[in-house]
């Protein structure tokens, strides 16, 4: 086996070999000539340094990561059978079993309940520019899909509106407002709309401020970036509001006080400067107690998301999610993400998804075993389709109820966006002009939404009809899957619906390689 991606060359970094033969493990080319015109990461960085560690142009792209782990979820298929149809009651038959009957609905929580009509929720869609310009497209097409969205880290924190109290703490966001109040807007009792909070919300006071202002139910604690763990960050293209944001508590890079800094800034030498987060530090101790000052001050429901850490660390997750009663714990594995961190680290930092999941559902399964109630769970990192939907679910039943999905979810809603964009302008281009040339047309799912909303669908943007569309896709994609497997709500999907096609992924996760599933039952049967 060969190196698992191309290192110093990628189009997420805007940079590439001149040559076709690579060393593989360097990825410089065998032959480096002096006099080269670039353009490999080694090359640019020679002269733009730090710049080339994120994914370019920063807040108009997502990116993921694209190495190739050894073992993925391609390793499995779903098993298919000729007879039975569970979930579905009474007298069963042909004209019963079809996959239009399939329910997709699940729920999350400890004890009040959060139900979604599909098994999908957004990553957090924090204070990035992607996440800002095109929030109306986001929640109102996770509204009127019927699944939850997460609002992510910081989002008060970069307000440029945002007023402080004499204690430092919110006293008022006008962003924060917009993104709750656009929610609830179309809001229709599927899903919710969840905040995080990191360290620099907590000393900003965004849980009080979001309870006592929005009476939010829940709330969301992260231990570190999902799965990158580095703490959240963003490009800044102003002097001014770096300084902004250092005073306000940030880490901004490089330092925005610094004279010689301020100097590079104004001459064009330095173009953009760069604000972190914290990594967070847990303990037993300080988590049980911010969950119950989190409850204390009126939240119904705490959830967590941790990332691609080290096997202790997702043990000591799922242990204090059963102790605090968490309602969620959403685990994110390394190889997704939407694009906002550094390149390096999408790509060789942690422990990817389907590693991260076969070990999810063995601790969990040590958990139950000894007593402890576990949390419900979601499984992130990667994933775009119904396929890998299932194989999540199913991988992690019954703990799994949910697929968080990052840049999935977003591009529909800057696909909608950009055709309602090219459509006033008279540029639609010629693989969508195909469809027709108006909304309508375009939209397969338009004349559903124009019923059920009336002359409400002129208040629904593009990118929502755009993210409502590809949930219905997914809908129904999950639907005929579970037919095809004979399960016709999502609890009764299980681990016996999936088969491992090598030897390693069967190892890895302890679904049984193809040749060995129910291998005992069909010897039996030919031997009656």
Known sequence: MGNLRTPNADEA???????????????????????CRGGCEAWLASFRGREVLYPQDFGYVTA????????????????????????????IGPDEAIFTNVDTTTEYGWDKKVKMRLPIFTGALGSTDIA????????????????????GENVCGVDPELELDSEGKVKRSPEMDRRVEIYRKFYEGYGELIVQANVEDTRLGVPEYLASKHELETIELKWGQGAKSIGGEIKVKSLERALELKR?????????????????FKEGEIKEFERHSRLGFVSRE?????????????????????????????????????????????????????????????????????????????????LDKRGFRVPDIAIAGGFSTEDGIFKAIAMGAPYVKAVCMGRALMIPG??????????KEGNLPKNVAKYGNSLE???????????????????????????????????????QLMAGSRNFKLSTISRNDLIALTEEAAKVSGIPYVMDAYREEAERILEE
């Not at 009127?144 to 609002?151: E, F, L, N, R």
């Not at 800057?414 to 459509?423: A, D, F, R, T, Y």
């Not at 397969?444 to 593009?462: D, N």
């Open 13 to 35: 970094t805007g940079t590439f070999n001149r040559s076709r033969s690579v060393v593989p493990f360097s990825g410089l080319c065998s032959r480096c000539i002096d006099g």
């Open 64 to 91: 993921g990561a694209d190495k190739e782990y050894p073992v993925d979820y391609s390793h499995l298929n779903i098993q298919g059978y000729a007879r039975g149809a569970k979930g579905l009651e009474g007298d």
């Open 132 to 151: 800002r310009r095109n929030w109306e497209h986001f929640a109102v097409g996770a509204a009127i899909s019927g699944i939850t969205i997460v609002c």
């Open 248 to 264: 306000r508590g940030y880490i901004v890079l490089p330092d925005p006080e610094d004279p010689a800094v301020q100097r590079a």
């Open 286 to 366: 300080s988590f049980l107690e911010e969950v119950d000052r989190l409850r204390s001050i009126g939240f119904k429901r705490i959830t967590l998301k941790t990332g691609a850490y080290s096997a202790v660390d997702l043990a000591l997750a799922l242990r204090l999610g059963s102790e605090a009663k968490l309602d969620l714990v959403t685990i994110d594995g390394a190889g997704g993400g939407t694009g906002m961190s550094p390149w390096p680290m999408m790509n060789e930092w942690g422990i990817p998804t389907f590693y991260l999941e076969s070990l999810t559902y063995q601790f969990c399964r040590k």
């Open 414 to 423: 800057m696909v909608g966006k950009n055709i309602e964009k090219w459509l």
């Open 441 to 479: 047309e375009i939209f397969v799912t338009y004349e559903e939404l124009k019923e059920k909303y009336g002359s409400r669908i002129k208040e629904i943007p593009a990118g929502a009809i755009a993210m409502y569309t590809f949930s219905q896709k997914i809908k129904v994609g999950l639907q």
